[in-house]
């Protein structure tokens, strides 16, 4: 195989990667928090979508206006959702929290159906001059289009964001803390709710981030657009250990990169790419559950 | 005090109870219109689907979500082997069927054997990693597995006719079979919950490392309830193809969605309740087709006329039914209590006892 | 065997988590018919010595020998087969069902154990399991209701013994907390073991029911033929029933002997110091 070839592969599986470590940060933080996997993570991306659209088709307003409500609105929604569905059962048992977790993910998508209609609608309608969109650059011989480095750049920054917020503030220290031990951390005196709250709406803002970068480059917006990718980030999550964000972004990229390049390289493969996924996923969990960078735990007796 | 009938009552009563259901069953068949006598069949497929996740999930609680990937085996394995190779020959327009498959030809109830027997392989085979698994993970891997099984549905176009799906499946599955396959699920895992082995598969779900160090293995056992469920559900899965004639792999009809319904009717009856799990199923079919009127135009009380709701809206309002189950009534109707004869036998001398008293 | 022959051998068993060493180098044995007691601070590593016995861990190093055979590479459930039966320091009894039923739990390896069977019979030892296709006979009902029965039967004898039969159809979670004990070592008897550990049975009862508990204790080692190894904080019950005690402190064993023996070691002293020796 030619190096064009593996540049252009590498360039689309790190914007992939990227993508999944963004919703993938959402899972690994509220399960280091709740040990909750919040199945409706990947529909929050997809709420997130029709926000833009619909914002954007609705008031005809810029673009970039339109992500950004997208965004605002997908942090009130996972808010939202923690107060309404988790918080009455944060003494319940975990399985308990999964299934009800399962039921806002059945609502949401069931919401998206009523609301927004099940017949997919074309994402970059919304954009007024496509060009840029189409715009090709020419990388030593590979054609790689500017969506891509774009999408690679407004990731990064996203990334430095959040590791400014988690490691360099106040609340990114209880978030750690909390991750630690709950009981402990609430006689610190830290309001543990509102810091679970806020969790829940970084995370969510993420998933939305990620998901009208999703839609840029895969302009299909239907209601069940949430599932696979949000499945596949929570399995990068445990790819790169769940709990640590650099886990999930480490994770998400080799996901990524993964998920193209085998493809790419056996021709046959490609039909199962989403069945790759859930492969890696047994693989890892049986071969070391921690995860690449996660931390080993040992059940008490 | 424990009261409790001699075996011999019991049996009887339950031949009686056989019976008269067996009666009541002939004269809705006779006397129904269609479209009811498909609510009734729809409610037993559904109960055989609910009793075979409860067993894995309720009784031995493995939170398996898996369970559409063994039904669409049951289903397409038994579809493929009752449609008629003329039949097959006309769908299969993108690729022709493999040849070994094209002149396959059983009548129904070996069909569904086989459909239930390749589900039941499939589960051994997924529960062999996924149940090394714990909690939440082994949710998500079986959720992953029954993806794998679907997508490899919807690529396979020499078996599975792809996308297309199968079609003009022949609609077998009337009151007999469904309400008969109900009734040897219910027997057969009635009969596995109350044996030692069902007292072990409890055990493991209270405490796993308690049950393993009583001498239970652990592993063997939830293996077992894995097969066993994944049987039924592709016996399910048989009933669910020659009741809906026609088949594909898409998200919604025989991928996540249908596992997330059966999931809601064994919580609405209550995860761990055999009796739980058929009420569950009934409520739910019931329910389902109940609120279809929401989106044909109606009358708001009598009066105000309106067009219905737009499509989807029931599975929106059930949906919201569901969450709210789980944060007010984790429970179920059942919680993890069954309708025994030994039950309703304490039930009624209690009762009269306290009328004496009283 | 004969009474005071080693049962359970522990040889150089060693059991690190990570960088600490629970267990460091571990080697005594249980001897037939005897009450052992394992003493030492919180965090010495008592329990995983247990954990270590009854397979939930497989030591680091060292080897576990019961009855001549080797079990250090064993399943738990084998390992119960055999006849080694344990109780948990925090009680884990199967809250949700009834007393009888966790008495019963504890039966179910004589019908579903061909694992265990194997490795008696590979020993030369008579295997347990009463026949074959158990699942298959249990759910079609073939001669099932009669293995049921009996099973039934001697698990209400058993708990007639144990003072629990009026009690035999509540939950389990319904029980006070002193009878829950008294429900886990039940259910470590009805797996018919030679030897029961018991993690700290005393844990939580008043004077009284600790008392009760030392004569119990006594009374089934002698009723059931039983070998008892016990960890226990209470230096009154280990003094009071215990015919040999082994103290552990950091992983290690550092003394072993008599209650008067290890009660006037001096190392015994330093490692208690200040903590709970008052308590004798």
């Known amino acids: 195989m030619n190096i064009t070839f593996l540049v252009q ?293 | ?131 090394r698994l714990s909690g939440d993970y082994l949710a998500i891997a079986s959720l992953g597995f029954a993806e794998v099984i679907r997508v490899v549905a919807l690529n396979a176009i020499s078996i599975t ?67 066993v469920g994944g049987f039924f559900a592709g016996v399910s899965g048989s009933l669910y193809a020659h009741w809906l004639t026609t088949i594909d792999p898409r998200l919604t009809t025989l991928g996540p969605m249908l596992t997330f319904y059966i999931l809601i009717m064994i919580v609405l009856g209550g995860l761990g309740s055999i009796s739980g799990s058929l009420i569950g199923a009934a409520l739910f079919a019931i329910l389902v087709e109940w609120l279809r009127n929401l989106e044909e135009p109606f009358k708001l009380f009598g009066v105000i006329q309106t067009n219905g709701l737009p499509k989807g809206s029931r599975i929106l309002v059930i949906s919201a039914i569901f969450v709210a189950i789980m944060i007010f009534w984790q429970r179920g109707i059942m919680g993890r209590n069954e309708i025994t004869w030994d039950n309703l036998y304490r039930w009624f001398s209690r009762l009269r006892r306290g009328e004496k008293n009283g | 065997m004969a009474k005071g022959e080693p049962l359970l051998v522990l040889d150089h068993v060693t059991m690190k988590f990570g960088g600490l060493v629970a267990v460091d180098d571990f080697t005594n044995e249980v001897r037939e018919g005897e009450i052992l007691g394992l003493i030492g601070p919180n965090g010495a590593g008592k329990t995983t010595v247990f954990n270590v016995v009854t397979g939930i861990y497989y030591p680091t190093s060292g080897r576990i020998i019961f009855d001549g055979i080797d079990i250090t590479p064993l399943k738990p459930h084998q390992i119960t087969h055999l006849g080694i039966a344990r109780t948990f320091q925090n009680i884990r009894l199967f809250q949700d069902m009834t007393v009888l039923e966790n008495v019963m739990v504890a039966q179910h390896h004589s019908i579903s154990n061909p694992d265990g069977d194997r490795i008696l019979k590979m020993n030369g030892k008579k295997p347990k399991m009463n026949g074959k296709f158990w699942f298959w006979r249990s759910v079609l009902k073939l001669g099932y209701m009669d293995m049921e029965k009996k099973m039934r039967e001697e698990a209400l004898n058993l708990l007639e013994k144990v003072g629990l039969a009026s009690l035999a159809y509540e939950k389990a979670s319904a029980l006070p907390y002193g009878q829950q004990r008294k429900l886990e070592i039940a259910r470590a008897l009805a797996t018919e073991p030679k ?33 008892v190894f016990l960890i226990e904080h209470d230096m009154k019950v280990v003094m009071g029933i215990c015919e040999r005690i082994i103290v552990m402190d950091y992983g290690r064993i550092i003394s072993e002997g008599t209650a008067k023996e290890v009660q006037n070691d001096p190392k015994v002293i330093e490692a208690y110091l200040g903590k709970e020796w008052e308590v004798i």
Do not use: C
């Open chain 2, 161 to 227: 006719n792809g996308p297309l799906g199968l079609k003009a499946i022949p609609e077998y599955t009337n009151v007999w079979w469904a309400y008969g396959w109900l009734l040897v699920t219910l027997l057969f895992i009635g009969s596995l919950v109350s044996s030692s082995y069902g007292r072990a598969l409890k055990a493991i779900r209270e405490d796993r490392i308690a049950a393993e160090e009583m001498g239970i293995n652990v592993f063997k056992h939830q293996l077992l309830s894995f097969v």
């Open chain 2, 1 to 131: 005090m424990d009261r409790r009938l001699s075996t011999k009552t019991k049996v009887i009563l339950t031949l009686l109870v056989i019976i008269v259901v067996a009666f009541l069953l002939h004269l809705a068949d006779k006397h129904m219109d269609a479209y009811k006598l498909r609510i009734l069949n729809l409610i037993a497929i559904y109960g055989i689907m609910a009793l075979s996740l409860n067993l894995i999930n309720g009784i031995t609680g493995i939170f398996s979500l898996g369970h559409a990937g063994f039904i669409l085996i049951g289903a397409y394995t038994a579809a493929l082997l009752t449609l008629s190779p003329e039949q097959k020959e006309m769908s299969f327009i993108i690729q022709p069927i493999v040849p070994w498959l094209a002149h396959l030809h059983t009548n129904f109830l070996f069909a569904t054997l086989a459909g239930g027997l390749l589900a039941a392989f499939a589960a051994f085979l997924v529960g062999w990693p996924v149940l």
């Open chain 3, 195 to 227: 030897i029961i550990l018991l993690d700290e049975p005393a844990a939580g009862m008043n004077p009284k029911e600790t008392e009760e508990l030392m004569d119990f204790i006594k009374r089934i080692r002698d009723e059931f033929d039983l070998t």
């Open chain 1, 9 to 301: 592969n590498t360039f689309n599986g790190i914007m992939l990667g990227g993508l999944y470590a963004l919703i993938a940060v959402g899972y690994t933080m509220v399960y280091g928090i709740l040990r909750l996997i919040n199945f409706a993570h990947g529909d929050v991306m997809m709420m997130g979508v029709y926000f833009a659209f619909y914002f954007a088709v609705l008031t005809k307003s810029n673009v970039v206006i339109a992500f950004i409500v997208a965004v605002l609105g997908a942090a009130l929604l996972g808010f939202l959702i923690d107060n309404v569905a988790y918080k009455p059962l944060r003494n319940a048992p975990r399985i308990s929290a999964l299934i009800t977790a399962i039921g806002v993910s059945f609502f949401l998508e069931s919401f998206a159906v009523v609301v927004f209609g099940a017949i997919p609608k074309p994402f970059t309608s919304i954009f007024k001059s496509q060009t840029l969109l189409m715009k090709v650059l020419n990388v030593g011989g590979a054609r790689i289009p500017v969506l891509t480095f774009l999408v690679i750049g407004i990731t990064a920054v996203i990334f430095v964001f959040l590791f400014l917020i988690v490691y360099k503030t106040k609340i990114g220290m209880a978030m750690r803390a909390i991750s630690a031990d709950i009981p402990t951390t609430s006689l610190m005196g830290v309001n543990v709710n509102f810091v679970i709250s806020f969790t829940f709406a970084l995370g969510s803002a993420l998933a939305a981030a990620s998901g009208l970068m999703w839609s840029m480059r895969y302009p299909n917006v239907f209601p069940y657009m949430g599932f696979m990718p949000g499945m596949k980030a929570f399995i990068a999550a445990v790819f790169g250990g769940i709990g640590s964000i650099p886990g999930a972004m480490l994770g998400g990229l080799l996901l990524g990169l993964i998920e193209i390049f085998i493809p790419a390289y056996f021709q046959s493969m490609m039909m199962y790419r989403d069945a790759l996924a859930f492969i890696i996923l047994i693989v890892i969990l049986l071969v070391k559950p921690s995860g690449l960078l996660g931390k080993k735990a040992v059940e008490k007796v």
